[in-house]
Each structure stands twice: as structure tokens, then as C-alpha cells.
């Protein structure tokens, strides 16, 4: 009886560790696309950034000569991280960027085959046409 | 059921060899169906292990005394609840238990990162499982085994430490190994982060809610602790600088130093290499403190454990983990340079950096005066310890220090602060810190070092009150929101600051708690029945304690009592009657000859009243009952402020969950995924779930 509960506790675990290597089931691996991780990370520290200025400024933390540099500055890093993840495939709109950040709005679906962001509830994609799946939650959670 | 249990534990050993080997083979070759594999085995050895636990908890309920573990802690007549906690009531089940919650830990890091973070996965599993590995192999070849038989069945188990049956006791251990064992996963990702040489703040990112959750556990495990020292010990402390105390404190104070240190890496880009250095020195020292608890090396309180081979195993392990650590930061240093510097000591990052040091000091002094006995006997032959006084003196001045920039960091802005906004922002705290001091002083708070508690107390209270008024009301003008709909949205925007600010009122509450020392009163007295005795409270109140006799009980099989003193004291207080407290002695059947005191305790907002039963005439009481020999010593104490720490308690577990609770965002991204077969994957690349 042991035995035989032991010889079928290890074929389980055998068969379902082996699986994959037989089957050849994959798991991904994808790599996220470093520049465009790198440029979506600048953007997001510029932002949060920007947004712990004006946070600072407005409970007087800091000064209105200082405020205004370190502004500036920040400002002149966002935008460049946005420029470099506009020229990685053109995904995001700068406006539309803005926008999402400053309202905090719900992205909407994204295209499994070029990453455009399509409005909420779209059916197609607006970029390329590919049908989308109805997919209620984004994967996008910047 | 225990024959299956085993039999789990052998077979989870090549399990756990090959996920380690497949995902460091799978990561580097890039072959997803070697990753798979290695994922299956997270999953696979955490059904095993499950197995192994049910296994001892079967053994511990229908009392299989062959076992040896179970021989040596349980016994028929102990409590249900303490059997199914016999699974970590000593050495070799803590370690089995343990290693359960890291593969529970390592199920939940792999099953949340199914469709993100691919590339990381492969060396987590890797590293993950390596660490499973090395707790197999110590269950199995150190002399551990919990399934160890003893080749004879007794007929009833040694028992139970009297001193463990406390409630407290029984969360206490679990608390901690959550938090210890959670702590693998951050580890796991940096080990990851630096293998595939992924070094900027993603895996900070990723990992910080696991960094808080682990410190959470930690944080609760050392409270309750404190609490079941200051309930059962039965000494009236709550913190004696044990060795294992200081074990549990030393990954909670390098943990801490990580909470603030990866703030400055995500907003500045700087100090990457002393964040991957925590993050690998927290791990070591979580398995440090586990080494400590469970290798017996060092005598302390805790010495529940029994054998010292798996000492040397240990040791090695944790060499390794230096060694590999060391070798992967110093090949990936090119990578891991700063993108900015510290523009000027009047900023935030300044204080952070600033609060990284106070804690790296408090770490290795206490680490220093714990390890001083082994190290004196090692090199000079002679076992020198140093006790509380030396850690109190040391630690002392690292407190007030850590005290002073919590209220100092919030009011300095990133990268610069003027001296003119710092001299607004500072002065009515600063006011309110003095008044304090002076409103203190003529009261008779004149020591030194708890007066500056005090006034820095209430410096670090004005200035959190402040920041969440100021904030409110700057959001409120922002965003054109009324008041609480503003102090909602300020909070929930940005949790983790908010939620700091609320633990670091814990803090406060402790570190007040830990200042009222000085006042402590303690009375010794010998009564007789029916005699009074008047403690006055440095609060003012007066109590008076009338012994109202002592009760006795004799072997009673059910309880595992061999004999039971139990006196009984009525209490006033200015006069009018607040209750009876009742504290004992108490000798146990089982392990025969062990005893213990039971003390009565009167807690109030303000102070606490601590009664213990110091001397009896045990002859005359319990063997002879004579009536006549009912006289017994008391110690009467007097605790004010003490009740901060467990209060303390709570907004802690309160500040933490406002941290850690999951955004919204992240609630919706958790959309299940499967493998793929034979496709190219369609995953379009999610960033880092973020706030």
C-alpha cells in the first residue's frame, strides 16, 4: 500500500516536472525591450519626480527660485524621455501621455501586435486593424 | 501519512537540484521549455514539502512516539493547538517549517510574474530553488531529520517546554520565518538583476512590496516576542539584548536601511551598489538569525536546540552567499555606477543616506556585542559577554539619532532645501519639541537621555501631523477637492510615503515606551494573607495590594502539573477596587523538575501593574499544606507608558497595510496566462506594474 502511494507520488511529480521537455511547451522568455523599459523608467522618475516638486513647492519646502530650476530641469528630462520613447515606435502620444499622468485615466486596451492603445472598449485596433480580444484589463499599469 | 511525509521530503531533494540547475541552464541558454520545467518544480516541491509538514503535524496529533522529534516535543496529555504548533516548536520542525514557507514564498513569486518580468524568472528560479536545495539537504544529512525514528516506541513523549505553551509563542516564530523567508524573494531578484545584468531600478521596483512585507512580518514577530518575554519569562522585561533577539533585529535593521536606501535609487539613481549590498546582506543575516535560533552556538534563553554539526553547514552556506554575492557586484560594478550625486547635505537624500548609517552602526554593534562571546572564546580562550548595559549605551544614542531624522527627512525637500524653508518648516516643531522639554522638566523628568526621547517625540508627532495637514491642504488647492476627499486621494496616491509616516508614529509610541524605563517602579515585599501593601505610581496613582491567600493544587495529569501555587491579591487603586490579580508558581510532570512563574498583570492606557510570586515556602505550601506557611515574597512593579509598544503595535500592522495594500492598477493586471506551445509568444511588453 506504501508502496504503491510512494511509486504514485513520484510518477506524478515526474511526469508533471518532464512535461514540458517532452511536449516541448515553452515558457516565455521575452526580454523586455531595454531602451524602451529604460526610456519608460526616466520618463516614470521625471514624472513622480515633477510631481514631488510641485508637492514640495506647494507645502513650502521649497523655494519659488529653486522650485522653478529644479522644474525646469525636470521638466527637460520628462520631455526627453518621452521624445526617446516616441522615436522607439511611436507608441504614445506626448499629449496623450500627459494627459493619462496628470488624470490618472485608465489606459485602454492595448494591441497584441503593434502595442497601440486603443480606447476602452474597442473591438479593433485602431493602428492596424488586427482584431482585439475582449480583454477587460489592460496589461498597462504604468 | 508520516511514511508518505518522508518519503516527500527525499523526493522533493532531486526536485529542488534539478529546478535549481534548469533555470540557471534555462536563463543563460534562453530555452523556455528548461524554464518551464524549473517553473514546475517551484510547484512541485511546495506540494512535497506540504506533504512533509502534514506529515509531522499527523505524527504529533496521534502522538507517534517513535519519532524523535515528536518524543522529545509533545506528549499525550499536551493541548491540541500545541500539537499542531509542535511542527515549529523545535529545531528540526522549525527548519522543515521554514523551508515551507520559502517554497510558499517562492510559489507566489513565480505564479504573480507568469506574463511580466520574463527575463528575471529563469535566475529567481534558480536561486530560489538553490536555497530550497540547501534546507533539503540540512533536513536530511545534518542529523535533523524530523522523521528520525527512534527504533522504540515510549510510551509517552518527553513534553512540551512549559515556557513555549504561551499563545503569543505559538504566532511569534511563524511571524518571524514569514518575514525571514520572504526576504528570499527581493534576494532572488537581485541575484537575478546582476545575472542577466538588468541593474537599473527595475528589480527595486519589482521587489519593494516583498522588502515591505518581509520587514512587516519581521517588525511583528520581534513585537510579539517582546510580548510573550514580558508575559511568560517572567522577569518584567520585555527585551534583554539576547542573542537571539538581537538575531531577529539585525536583518529588521539592515531591512529598515533598505526601505529608506532604495527610495534614494529609484528617484536619483544613486547608491545601486549599496542597495545590492543590503539586499544580500538582510538575506545573510535572515539566515544568520535562523542559524543562531537553531544551532545552539551561542547560549541564550533560546537554546531549544541540540545538535551544533549543522553550525559548520551553516557557516558555509552563508560563506557562499558572501562569496558568490561579492564576485557578481564586483563583475557587473562598470554597470552599477551612479547617475547623479548628492547635490547638497541639506536634502532629503542626505537624510536618508544619513539614516543608512545610524542603522548600519546600530548593526554592527549589536552584531559585535553578540557575537563577542563566541569570538573572545575563539581567539583568547576566554568567553567574554557584554549585557544590556553595553547595548543600551551603544544603541541609545544610534535611537535618538534614527528619532530626530524621522521628523528632520519629510520637511526637507529632494535634492535641495533653502535654509529660510527649512527655518519656517522647522520652527513650530521645533517650539513644541522645547516646550515639551520644559512643560517635562519641573515635573521631574530630568533624565537626560528620556527627556531628549520626549521632546524629540513630540518634534517627529508635529511634524507628521504637519505633513499630513500641509499635504491635504496643497492637494486640496491642486486638484480644487475638498478637504477629505483631498486627504483621501493624497493618501491613497501615494501610499507608501503616507503609510511611512504612520509607522514611523509607531515608532514614536515605542520609542516614548522604551524612555519610561527610568521610572519603572519595583517593590520586593514578604506578606502574609490578609496584609496590604501601598505602591505608588510615578504617575500618581496609588495602588494597594492586599495578599488574600494562596491556593494550592497537586498533580493534576490532564494539565501537566505536578504542583500549583497560585496566590491571590486584591487591588485598589486611590481606593477604589480594580480587580484581583493572581500570580504563580508552577512545577511541571513533564520535562520533570521544570518550573515556571506566572505573573499578574493590570494593564492601563497609561502604565502597567506587574505582579510576580518571587518567593514561597514550597515545602510547606504544596507538600505539607500547612495553612501557617502561607507567607510569600512579592515583586510589585510599576510600568509606566509600556502599553506604547503594543499599541505601537497596531498602528505599525496599520501604517504597513496602507503600504502594502495592492493599487487598483495592480488588481486588474493580474489576468491569468498559460505557457504557449510552439508559438512565439504574444505577449505584448508590459512594463513594471507600478502605482
Known amino acids: 500500500m506504501a508502496m504503491a502511494g510512494a511509486l504514485i507520488l513520484v510518477g506524478v511529480v515526474v511526469a508533471y516536472i518532464l512535461a514540458p521537455l517532452i511536449q516541448d511547451r515553452r515558457a516565455s522568455l521575452e526580454r523586455e525591450d531595454d531602451e524602451l523599459t529604460d526610456a519608460q523608467a526616466a520618463r516614470r522618475v521625471a514624472l513622480l519626480a515633477l510631481r514631488d516638486v510641485e508637492y514640495d513647492y506647494h507645502t513650502g519646502k521649497l523655494d519659488e527660485k529653486d522650485y522653478r530650476e529644479v522644474k525646469r530641469q525636470l521638466s527637460a528630462e520628462a520631455l526627453a524621455a518621452m521624445k526617446a520613447l516616441e522615436e522607439d515606435g511611436g507608441r504614445d502620444a506626448l499629449e496623450s501621455e500627459i494627459a493619462e499622468m496628470r488624470q490618472g485615466l485608465r489606459a485602454g486596451d492595448v494591441c497584441d501586435v503593434c502595442g497601440f492603445r486603443n480606447p476602452d472598449g474597442s473591438r479593433f485596433c485602431g493602428a492596424c486593424g488586427t482584431a482585439l480580444e475582449p480583454r477587460p484589463t489592460p496589461a498597462e499599469s504604468a | ?691
Open chain 2, 1 to 691: 501519512m508520516s511514511v508518505l511525509g518522508e518519503l516527500a521530503l527525499w523526493v522533493s531533494l532531486p526536485v529542488a537540484a534539478w529546478g535549481m540547475v534548469l533555470g540557471f541552464v534555462g536563463g543563460r541558454q534562453e530555452r523556455g521549455d528548461l524554464v518551464l520545467s524549473a517553473e514546475r518544480t517551484v510547484y512541485a516541491v511546495f506540494a512535497l514539502i506540504g506533504l512533509a509538514c502534514a506529515g509531522v503535524m499527523y505524527n504529533f496529533i496521534y502522538d507517534q512516539f517513535q519519532y524523535w522529534y515528536v518524543a522529545n516535543y509533545s506528549s499525550r496529555n499536551l493541548e491540541f493547538f500545541y500539537k499542531v504548533s509542535g511542527l515549529w516548536a523545535g529545531q528540526r520542525g522549525s527548519l522543515l517549517f521554514w523551508l515551507y514557507l520559502l517554497c510558499f514564498f517562492s510559489v507566489l513569486a513565480v505564479w504573480s510574474n507568469q506574463r511580466k518580468n520574463r527575463e528575471f524568472i529563469p535566475y529567481v528560479v534558480g536561486t530560489l530553488m538553490g536555497l530550497q536545495l540547501f534546507f533539503i539537504v540540512v533536513l536530511l544529512f545534518a542529523q535533523v531529520n524530523p522523521f528520525e525514528q527512534l527504533g522504540f516506541t515510549p510510551v509517552d513523549g518527553a513534553g512540551l517546554n512549559p515556557q513555549l505553551q504561551n499563545y503569543w509563542m505559538t504566532f511569534h516564530p511563524p511571524t518571524l520565518y514569514l518575514g525571514f523567508t520572504a526576504f528570499a524573494v527581493p534576494f532572488a531578484f537581485a541575484v537575478a538583476a546582476l545575472l542577466s545584468g538588468r541593474l537599473d531600478a527595475r528589480w527595486i521596483h519589482l521587489t519593494r512590496k516583498w522588502i515591505l512585507l518581509s520587514w512587516f512580518f519581521l517588525s511583528v514577530g520581534i513585537v510579539l516576542g517582546m510580548r510573550w518575554a514580558y508575559e511568560e519569562l517572567g522577569w518584567g522585561g520585555y527585551w534583554f539584548w539576547d542573542p537571539v533577539e538581537n538575531a531577529s533585529l539585525l536583518p529588521w535593521l539592515t531591512a529598515t536601511a533598505f526601505l529608506h536606501s532604495i527610495q534614494i535609487q529609484e528617484n536619483r539613481g544613486m547608491l545601486k551598489v549599496w542597495n545590492m549590498a543590503l539586499v544580500l546582506g538582510t538575506f545573510v543575516l535572515t539566515i544568520f538569525a535562523t542559524f543562531l535560533t537553531r544551532s545552539g552556538l551561542i547560549e541564550s534563553v533560546h537554546t531549544f536546540a541540540e545538535n551544533t554539526t549543522i553550525a559548520f553547514i551553516f557557516l558555509t552556506f552563508m560563506g557562499s552567499i558572501i562569496a558568490v554575492g561579492t564576485v557578481l557586484v564586483l563583475y557587473r560594478l562598470p554597470q552599477l555606477k551612479s547617475e547623479n550625486q548628492i547635490e547638497s547635505f541639506l536634502s532629503r537624500e542626505a537624510a536618508f543616506l544619513f539614516n543608512n548609517l545610524i542603522l548600519i552602526g546600530a548593526t554592527f554593534a549589536v552584531m559585535w556585542g553578540t557575537l563577542l562571546p563566541l569570538l573572545s572564546e575563539g581567539f583568547m580562550g576566554e568567553q567574554i559577554t557584554v549585557g544590556p548595559p553595553f547595548f543600551n549605551r551603544v544603541n541609545i544614542p544610534f535611537g535618538l539619532g534614527l528619532l530626530a531624522l524621522m521628523g528632520i527627512g519629510p520637511v526637507i525637500a529632494w535634492r535641495k532645501a533653502s535654509r529660510r524653508n527649512l527655518r519656517k518648516n522647522f520652527l513650530i516643531p521645533v517650539i513644541v519639541g522645547l516646550a515639551t522639554a520644559a512643560v517635562l522638566y519641573p515635573l521631574g523628568i530630568q533624565h537626560g537621555l528620556a527627556l531628549t526621547t520626549f521632546a524629540l517625540s513630540a518634534f517627529v508627532m508635529t511634524v507628521i501631523v504637519t505633513e499630513f495637514w500641509k499635504g491635504t491642504k496643497a492637494r486640496a488647492r491642486i486638484e480644487g477637492e475638498g478637504y477629505f476627499i483631498a486627504f483621501y486621494h493624497l493618501v491613497s496616491r501615494n501610499r507608501r510615503r503616507w503609510g511611512g509616516y504612520i509607522v514611523h508614529v509607531a515608532i514614536v509610541l515605542i520609542f516614548t515606551a522604551f524612555a519610561a524605563e527610568p521610572w519603572y517602579v519595583e517593590i520586593q515585599q514578604t506578606m502574609e494573607p490578609g496584609e496590604s501593601t501601598e505602591v505608588v505610581s510615578p504617575l500618581g496613582a496609588r495602588y494597594t495590594l492586599t495578599y488574600e491567600g494562596m491556593s494550592t493544587n497537586v498533580r493534576d495529569p490532564d494539565q501537566n502539573l505536578a504542583w500549583q501555587a497560585i496566590a491571590l491579591l486584591s487591588v485598589e487603586r486611590n481606593g477604589s477596587p480594580v480587580g484581583t490579580l493572581r500570580t504563580e508558581k508552577r512545577g511541571y510532570l513533564r520535562p520533570e523538575g521544570q518550573q515556571s512563574t506566572e505573573v499578574g498583570i493590570h494593564s492601563r492606557a497609561s502604565e502597567d501593574l506587574y505582579v510576580i510570586l518571587a518567593d514561597v515556602d514550597l515545602q510547606g505550601v504544596v507538600v505539607d499544606n500547612d495553612p501557617d506557611a502561607q507567607a510569600a515574597t512579592f515583586t510589585f512593579l510599576v510600568k509606566p507608558l509600556v502599553g506604547g509598544i503594543w499599541a505601537g503595535l497596531f498602528v505599525l500592522i496599520f501604517g504597513s497595510l496602507i503600504g502594502l495594500w495592492p493599487s487598483a492598477e495592480r488588481v486588474r493586471s493580474t489576468a491569468p496566462a498559460r505557457a504557449v506551445r510552439m508559438t512565439p509568444s504574444r505577449h505584448s511588453p508590459a512594463p513594471a506594474a507600478g502605482d
